[in-house]
């Protein structure tokens, strides 16, 4: 996943939803989980809203890009690496 070039240093925030390849191998009542990949929650300004799906952040901080998070479901494991995009 990719967010714009700048939301760092402009210090807005952004959303995305849960990549639709995940969508798919679930349902509405499977319950996912979030993590760092040592296992850890996410950081302050990154958080998962479990109703929409979606991932949301507020102020990114200096250096929080690129992240990646472990999205877990199931027996399945996912990672996604969270980057700035460097071409509009």
């Known amino acids: 996943m990719t967010v714009p070039k ?3 240093t402009a210090g807005t925030g952004f959303t ?3 990549p639709g390849q995940i969508l ?4 509405a ?6 993590s760092l990949p040592d ?3 996410l950081p302050n300004w990154l958080t998962f809203d479990p ?6 952040s507020a102020v990114v901080p200096r250096g929080g890009l690129p992240i ?3 999205v877990s479901f199931g027996s399945s494991q996912t990672f996604i690496m969270v980057s700035e995009r ?3």
């Open 68 to 70: 990646t998070v472990v």
């Open 86 to 88: 460097t071409a509009g």
């Open 51 to 56: 109703v929409q799906r979606s991932f949301v």
């Open 16 to 18: 995305f939803p849960l």
């Open 39 to 41: 296992g850890s929650p």
């Open 29 to 34: 009542d499977t319950e996912i989980k979030v």
């Open 24 to 27: 798919a191998k679930t349902t």
């Open 6 to 8: 700048g939301t760092v």
